[in-house]
C-alpha cells in the first residue's frame, strides 16, 4: 500500500517539474504570492519539522556511533548541504571572464547545476519511503511541503536556464525523484545513513528556500509568504 502512495507521490513531483513552464500565473515581477506563499510554507516545514527531525537523527547516529563527537555529525552533514547548494548557486551567477553579460551560464555549468539538482531530486525521492516517522500524516506533511518548494525551485532553475530548462533539464529532474523513489523501494540502508541523507538535505532545502525569496529583484511579497508559513505552520502543529 505505502509502495503505491509513495509511487504517486513521486509522479507528482516529477509531473511538477514537467509542467511549471504552464504556471503562467507566477512568472510575474513583483513575486506571484503564490511563489512567496509556497517558500513560507517550505520555511515553516524547515523550522517546525526539519529541525526537529534532525535532533532524532542525531541520536540515532550517536546510538551507531559511541558518545563523543558523532552525534554533531548530522549537523555538520546539513552545513555541508547548504554550503554546497551555495557553492553551486555562486557558480551560476558569477560571470566567466569573456562571457557577454547576458550569456547565462556556459554548458559545464549548467550541467553541474543540474547535475546537482537532480541529485537533491532524487534524495527528495528516496526519503519519500525512507523516513524516520512513519504514517500517512506525516508523509502527507512531506509531500506537501516538497512540492511547493519543487514549485519556487523549478521556477528560479527555468529562470536562471531558459530553454536548457525546457528543453533538458525539466526531463532530467524528473527522472531523478522517479528513480530515488525506485532506488528507496529496492534498497534498505541503515537509519543512521538515512539520518545523513536527510541532514544533507535539510541544508539545501533551507539555501535553496532563502535564496528563492531573498533577492532584492524578486520583489518577494511578505505578506503571502508569512500566511504561507501560519497556515503550513497550523498544519503541521496540528498533528
Known amino acids: ?48 519539522h526539519v529541525l526537529p527531525e534532525l535532533a532524532s537523527h542525531q541520536e540515532t547516529i550517536r546510538e551507531a556511533f559511541g558518545t563523543g563527537r558523532a552525534e554533531m555529525a548530522v ?20 560571470p566567466v571572464e569573456g562571457d557577454r553579460p547576458d550569456a547565462g551560464s556556459g554548458r ?33 506533511t512531506y509531500f506537501v511541503a516538497m ?21 533538458t533539464a525539466r526531463f532530467v529532474l524528473a527522472a531523478a525523484v522517479v528513480a530515488g523513489w525506485a532506488l528507496g523501494i529496492a ?13 544533507f538535505l535539510a541544508g539545501g532545502v533551507v539555501l535553496n528556500v532563502l535564496k528563492e525569496e531573498l533577492p532584492e529583484e524578486r520583489q518577494s511579497r511578505f505578506v503571502p509568504f508569512g500566511l504561507g508559513a501560519l497556515a503550513y505552520a497550523a498544519l503541521l502543529l496540528a498533528e
Open 1 to 48: 500500500m505505502i509502495e503505491i502512495v509513495t509511487g504517486i507521490m513521486a509522479l507528482a513531483f516529477a509531473a511538477i517539474h514537467l509542467l511549471i513552464g504552464l504556471a503562467r500565473f507566477i512568472d510575474v515581477v513583483p513575486r506571484s504570492q503564490w511563489l512567496s506563499a509556497a517558500g513560507g510554507a517550505a520555511a515553516s516545514y524547515i523550522f517546525l
Open 75 to 94: 549537523y555538520c552533514v546539513s552545513l555541508l548541504g547548504l554550503l554546497t547548494f551555495y557553492g553551486l548557486e555562486r557558480m551560476v551567477r558569477t
Open 108 to 140: 559545464g555549468v549548467f550541467w553541474i547545476h543540474i547535475g546537482s539538482f537532480a541529485l537533491y531530486n532524487a534524495l527528495i525521492g528516496y526519503l519519500l519511503v525512507h523516513r524516520e516517522e512513519e504514517g500517512l500524516l506525516p508523509l502527507a
Open 147 to 167: 512540492a511547493l518548494h519543487f514549485t519556487s525551485n523549478d521556477y528560479g532553475l527555468r529562470k536562471d536556464h531558459s530553454r536548457a530548462y525546457d528543453h
Open 187 to 199: 534498497t534498505d540502508v541503515p537509519e543512521w545513513v538515512v539520518g545523513v541523507l536527510f541532514a
